[in-house]
Nanobody
């Protein structure tokens, strides 16, 4: 049973930084690509970034490129998202997920097209002056 616990969110001013963490259990973490997605009211779920099993392949949403860095520690079953130069439009609840996820509307989908449902509680990020 996939379980994830996200943490590290908070309230920061524009230009600030946060580091999100996601501790995973219930599956062999080192065997899976992992993703970060975020949810904002009115925008639904947005894919943010994903990282392959050993970190060789990394992808970002265009709007976060150069500001966010995804990484993982397979020995600790932990996924990270370092967020720098934060903007008000980064305000969202951030979730991690197993696999390479892509989102549309209020749902995200894994490879194979099935709807992904193994979400944690997420961690809230608010960027405001």
């Amino acid at each position: 049973q996939v379980q994830v616990v996200e943490s590290g969110g908070g309230v920061v001013q524009p230009g600030g930084s946060l580091r999100l963490s996601c501790v995973a259990s219930g599956f062999l973490f080192s065997n899976y690509t992992m993703s970060w997605v975020r949810q904002t009211p009115g925008k639904g779920l947005e894919w943010v970034s994903d990282i392959s099993v050993h970190g060789k392949n990394i992808y970002y949403k265009d709007s976060v490129k150069g500001r966010f860095t995804i990484s993982r520690d397979n020995a600790k079953n932990t996924l990270y998202l370092q967020m720098n130069s934060l903007k008000p439009e980064d305000t969202a609840v951030y979730y991690c997920g197993q696999g390479q996820l892509r989102c549309a509307g209020d749902a995200c989908y894994a490879k194979g097209g099935y709807k992904y449902n193994d979400w944690g509680r997420g961690t809230r990020v608010a960027v405001s002056s």
